[in-house]
């Protein structure tokens, strides 16, 4: 059965950072590359962060880059987003989502709220 799931999130005073982890199984997770995507209340899902299989490539939303950093530990099944310098406009409920060709996996999502 495969399962991704999110840990990590909560409230975060502007200008703070938190650290999201995602917990993978039930398939090899080393063949799939890895996003993480934040929906905003009243806003469409958008793409955060991606990272390749062997993490060797990563890339960013412009809204983030430079504050957030996307991580994966294959021995552990486990990809990361740390996040530092948050925003107001950080605040979503945050998503893994694994992806091989047409395969797509997602977790159930995190909460991070950016507030003071």
């Known amino acids: 059965q495969v399962q991704l799931v999110e840990s990590g999130g909560g409230l975060v005073q502007p200008g703070g950072s938190l650290r999201l982890s995602c917990a993978a199984s039930g398939f090899i997770f080393s063949n799939y590359g890895m996003r993480w995507y934040r929906q905003a209340p009243g806003k469409e899902r958008e793409l955060v962060a991606h990272?390749?299989?062997?993490?060797?490539?990563?890339r960013y939303a412009d809204s983030v880059k430079g504050r957030f950093t996307i991580s994966r530990d294959n021995a552990k099944h486990t990809v990361y987003l740390q996040m530092d310098s948050l925003k107001f406009e950080d605040t979503a409920v945050y998503y893994c989502n694994a992806f091989l060709y047409s395969m797509d996996y997602w977790g159930k999502g995190t909460l991070v709220t950016v507030s003071s």
């Open positions: 990272i390749s299989t062997t993490g060797g490539t990563t």
